[in-house]
């Protein structure tokens, strides 16, 4: 069984900073990407970041910054700058191999709120 893990949300005033963190556990074999998305509420989900070839959505670059750290199976996002519309509830997710399979599969965190004040 794998479970993705989130931590780092909270309240933040605009121009502020947090950093939310999302470790990877269970019986993995290898992860090829991890990334984050939101939801805001009322909208669908939608990518932030992700660490397949360091993409980002358009609102976010300059401000955020994802990394990984492989041997802890953990991925961060660093954001900077941020804003009232970047209010929302935060995912990470990982497509990771089993050691019971050979397929690859899309796992999800159990989502962290931001929520950014003006």
């Known amino acids: 069984q794998v479970q993705l893990v989130e931590s780092g949300g909270g309240l933040v005033q605009a121009g502020g900073s947090l950093r939310l963190s999302c470790a990877a556990s269970?019986?993995?074999?290898?992860?090829?990407?991890m990334g984050w998305y939101r939801q805001a509420p009322g909208k669908q989900r939608e990518l932030v970041a992700s660490?397949?070839?360091?993409n980002y959505a358009d609102s976010v670059k300059g401000r955020f910054t994802i990394s990984r750290d492989n041997a802890k199976n953990t991925v961060y996002l660093q954001m900077n700058s941020l804003k009232p519309e970047d209010t929302a509830v935060y995912y990470c997710?990982?497509?990771?191999?089993?050691?019971?399979?050979?397929?690859?599969?899309?796992?999800w965190g159990q989502g962290t709120q931001v929520t950014v004040s003006s």
């Open positions: 997710n990982a497509d990771l191999r089993v050691y019971a399979s050979d397929a690859t599969y899309r796992y």
């Open positions: 269970g019986s993995i074999r290898s992860i090829d990407v």
């Open positions: 660490s397949g070839s360091t």
